[in-house]
C-alpha cells in the first residue's frame, strides 16, 4: 500500500467508512497540492485491490446530440426535450408523478441508447470489510512523520477496536508448501530469501496478497521472518523483495518453523521481527 492509498483509506475509517467524494475530502486526504486526476488513480488503486469500493448516482441529465439516434415513443421523447439545453434531475426530467424506481429505469434505457448523458454524479467511496481488514491485520504504520499520526491512531483504534468482525487473512497452507518446495531445491538450509518466493510465484498473487499470507503465516506460529543485515551478497532488486521492517533492515528469509533448520543464512539478523500488535 503507497503512501497516499494508506491517507485515503485512514481518512475514509475516521469518517465512518462511507464517505461523499468531493474536492474537500482530496484536499483532507492528500493534501492541498493533490489533483483531481492523481486523487483518481489513488481511488482507483485501491477499488483495484478491493479495499475500496465506489457507487454513482447521477443526479442531472442532458440531452445528448439528436443526430443517428433511434426515434423515440412520446413519453421518452418529451423526457429527452426537458433535458436538452439545461441539466434536470431525474425528477423533472421524467415528472414526479413516476415513482423513482420507474424514473430511474427509463433514465437508464435513455442513457443506454444514447439520448441522454450525465451531467453531475455523485460519487460515494465505502471501505470494504478487505480494507477495515487489511488495517486491523496486515498494515504497519510507516515511519514517524510520515503520516499525522492522531490520524493513524483513530484510525487504527476504529478498526481494530471492531476487528472481531473483520475478515482476517488466513494462514495458507499452499504458501507454506511452496517455501519448503524452494527450499528443498535451492538448499537455503531452512532460511529462504523471499525474492525466491516471489519469483517462483511469477504473479499468482500480488506482492501485497503475498505478504499479507506470510504475515497470517506467522501469526499462526508457522513461519518465522528475519531481517537481512548486510545486502552486499544480494542485488538492489533481491533486496528490494524484503518487506519493509521499522526496526533494522527489509524482512528477507522465511524460515518455516518445524522445517529444515540449518545455520543462519549470510547477512541474517539472528531474531525474528515482532510485529507490533494492539
Known amino acids: 500500500m503507497t ?3 494508506a491517507r485515503l483509506l485512514l481518512h475514509l ?5 462511507r464517505v461523499r467524494w468531493s474536492s474537500r475530502l482530496v484536499r483532507e486526504a492528500l493534501g492541498a497540492r493533490a489533483s483531481s486526476a492523481s486523487a483518481r488513480r489513488v481511488l482507483d488503486s485501491l477499488c483495484s485491490a478491493g479495499l475500496v469500493s465506489r457507487t454513482a448516482e ?3 441529465w ?3 446530440p439528436r ?3 433511434p426515434p423515440l415513443d412520446a413519453e421518452r421523447a418529451r423526457i429527452v426535450e426537458r433535458c436538452r439545453g439545461r441539466a434536470r434531475a431525474p425528477a423533472a426530467a421524467v415528472g414526479r408523478r413516476i415513482d423513482a424506481a420507474r424514473r430511474g429505469l427509463l433514465l437508464a434505457e435513455l442513457a443506454r441508447e444514447g439520448h441522454l448523458k450525465p451531467s453531475r454524479e455523485i460519487l460515494t467511496v465505502t471501505v470494504t470489510p478487505a480494507g477495515r481488514g487489511a488495517l486491523a491485520w496486515d498494515w504497519e504504520p510507516p515511519a ?3 503520516l499525522p499520526m492522531r490520524l493513524v491512531g483513530e484510525a487504527l483504534r476504529t478498526v481494530r477496536n471492531a476487528r472481531d468482525g473483520v475478515p482476517r487473512t488466513e494462514a495458507s497452507p499452499d504458501l507454506a508448501v511452496e517455501i519448503a518446495r524452494i527450499d528443498r531445491e535451492s538448499g537455503c538450509g531452512g532460511h529462504v530469501p523471499i525474492h525466491l518466493l516471489r519469483e517462483r510465484l ?4 500480488s506482492r501485497e496478497e503475498t505478504d499479507r499470507q506470510l504475515f497470517a503465516l506467522e501469526e499462526a506460529g508457522r513461519l518465522r521472518m528475519t531481517t537481512l543485515q548486510d545486502g552486499h551478497a544480494y542485488t538492489r532488486q533481491q533486496y528490494e523483495a524484503g518487506i519493509p521492517s521499522r526496526i533494522g533492515g527489509p524482512r528477507f528469509f522465511l524460515a518455516l518453523v518445524g522445517g529444515a533448520t540449518g545455520s543462519e543464512p549470510v547477512g541474517a539478523r539472528p531474531e525474528s521481527v515482532e510485529r507490533a500488535r494492539p
Request: glycine residues 20%; aromatic residues 0%.
Open 3 to 5: 503512501l497516499d492509498e
Open 13 to 17: 475509517c475516521t469518517n465512518g467508512g
Open 58 to 60: 447521477t443526479v442531472a
Open 62 to 64: 442532458t440531452a445528448a
Open 67 to 69: 443526430h443517428g439516434l
Open 144 to 146: 514517524r512523520g510520515l
Open 202 to 205: 511469477n504473479g499468482r498473487l
